[in-house]
């Protein structure tokens, strides 16, 4: 089945220790998102990849930077966590033809700062 | 300022009986309307969505949401909840202009007595 995978599920880091979160999808859709949810909150939209075109929201903090080597995967790196950062990370794609296209979503990963 | 508001934090209904959550959105048209579910721990999966027509939308897992244009809103239900539902539940919006962007509204998470 088409999905949207993320990996790893859970992830354990240090506070100021850098982290990568991963996304890959077999949808071939031409966007890719970035989520960050905290606990009882809405998600919260960080960033996207319209292809390669990166597109960031305005109010993500420079700490949180992304990467997409190809249409399939797209990494968000977290350069120096911070404990306000532990956060459920959710990728989600879609396939932008002109109109508008729902999102699909991953199963997130559950970031912990130690 | 364009946003959308779900009035009910928590609900508690009986299994077996009906649901009803609500979503109200504050925009000057109409916006692409959806309803989402996150089991714990889990990511977002769609229950249905809302661009254009029938103003009566079925979904997944046996729920609904209607339209209402007069009332901004787009009220999601179910006539028979089952324990499984117990979840939270996210109205999300696309206003015209922002096409890759959902606006999440704050949730409603569903408990369910046996």
């Known amino acids: 089945d088409a999905m949207v995978i993320q990996n790893p599920r859970y992830q354990v880091t240090q506070f100021g220790k850098p982290v990568t979160l991963s996304c890959s999808q077999t949808?071939?859709?031409?966007?890719m998102y970035w989520y960050q949810q905290k606990s009882s909150q809405a998600p919260k939209l960080l960033f996207h990849y319209y292809d390669k075109d990166f597109n960031n929201e305005a109010d993500t903090p420079d700490n949180f930077q992304s990467r997409r080597p190809n249409t399939s995967f797209c990494f968000l790196d977290i350069r120096s966590p911070g404990l306000g950062d532990a956060a459920m990370y959710l990728c989600a794609t879609s396939r932008d033809t002109g109109t508008y296209n729902e999102q699909f979503f991953g199963p997130g990963t559950r970031l912990t700062v130690l | 300022a364009q946003s959308v508001t779900q009035p009910d934090i928590h609900i508690t209904v009986s299994e077996g009986a009906s649901l009803e959550l609500r979503c109200n959105y504050s925009?000057?048209?109409?916006?692409?309307l959806f309803w989402y579910v996150q089991s714990p721990g889990q990511g977002l999966q769609l229950l249905l969505k809302y661009f254009s027509g029938d103003t009566l939308v079925q979904g997944i897992k046996g729920f609904e949401a209607e339209f209402k244009r007069s009332q901004s809103s787009f009220n999601l239900r179910k006539p028979s909840v089952h324990w499984s539902d117990a979840a939270e539940y996210f109205c999300?919006?696309?206003?015209?202009?922002?096409?890759?962007?959902?606006?999440f509204g704050s949730g409603t998470q569903l408990t369910v007595l046996p």
């Open positions: 999300a919006v696309v206003f015209s202009g922002s096409a890759r962007q959902l606006t």
């Open positions: 925009y000057g048209a109409t916006p692409y």
């Open positions: 949808l071939n859709h031409n966007v």
